[in-house]
Antibody, heavy 120, light 108 residues
Framework: QVQLQESGPGLVKPSETLSLTCTVS?????????WGWVRQPPGKGLEWIGS???????YYNPSLKSRVTISVDTSKNQFSLKLSSVTAADTAVYYC?????????????WGQGTMVTVSS | EIVLTQSPGTLSLSPGERATLSCRAS???????LAWYQQKPGQAPRLLIY???TRATGIPDRFSGSGSGTDFTLTISRLEPEDFAVYYC?????????FGQGTKLEIK
């Protein structure tokens, strides 16, 4: 079955760039679907960060757009998130997910999430 | 940007009771782009409903979704102990997405 797994540093210093990778197994990213990133600060709700198609088309949350880059590497079956100039407000659990688009649009498969803390 | 407002913030009910959760959008949302998720502590969100009313694979039929335009509802007909969790609605329109702030369903 399709599985997603986030990886990357759990601690990032303020003003630096947060970098995470999502590895997809059980499905070839190049076959289709959009893929996305969602985050959740401790004790708070979900925030959509952005989504990417296998071809590389991207869509970002307007509130984060100036700092976010999402890219895809079909050869490694991975997609990645970079968030620049981080502050403590970017401390959160970061999830990657697959976006289904048949008969309705929704994130149907999620990674387990990875906690990223921004602190010096 | 479409803002989703969920109500109530917290809902206290007993097992066996009926739960009705609301999600109101700041502008009209196509039903195809409205989804509901369940999240339990320490877990990733789980897709319950997509297209406003279609249950995802493996979701029990006590969960149902309805609504259109700016008003959507998630109904749990008879609460089971495992249903007590936080529920989020999400919209995905014009290639941009947003989530509601969540409703916490707690045991009374």
């Amino acid at each position: 079955q399709v599985q997603l797994q986030e990886s990357g540093p759990g601690l990032v210093k303020p003003s630096e760039t947060l970098s995470l990778t999502c590895t997809v197994s059980g499905y070839s990213i190049s076959s289709g679907y959009y893929w996305g990133w969602v985050r959740q600060p401790p004790g708070k709700g979900l925030e959509w960060i952005g989504s990417i198609y296998h071809s590389g088309s991207t869509y970002y949350n307007p509130s984060l757009k100036s700092r976010v880059t999402i890219s895809v590497d079909t050869s490694k079956n991975q997609f990645s998130l970079k968030l620049s100039s981080v502050t403590a407000a970017d401390t959160a659990v970061y999830y990657c997910a697959r976006l289904k688009q048949t008969s309705g649009v929704a994130f149907d498969i999620w990674g387990q999430g990875t906690m990223v803390t921004v602190s010096s | 940007e479409i803002v989703l407002t969920q109500s109530p913030g917290t809902l206290s009910l007993s097992p066996g009771e009926r739960a009705t959760l609301s999600c109101r959008a700041s502008q009209s949302v196509s039903s195809s782009y409205l989804a509901w998720y369940q999240q339990k502590p320490g877990q990733a969100p789980r897709l319950l409903i997509y297209g406003a009313s279609t249950r995802a694979t493996g979701i029990p039929d006590r969960f149902s979704g309805s609504g259109s335009g700016t008003d959507f509802t998630l109904t749990i007909s008879r609460l089971e102990p495992e249903d007590f969790a936080v529920y989020y609605c999400q919209q995905y329109g014009s290639s941009l997405s947003s989530f509601g702030q969540g409703t916490k369903l707690e045991i009374k």
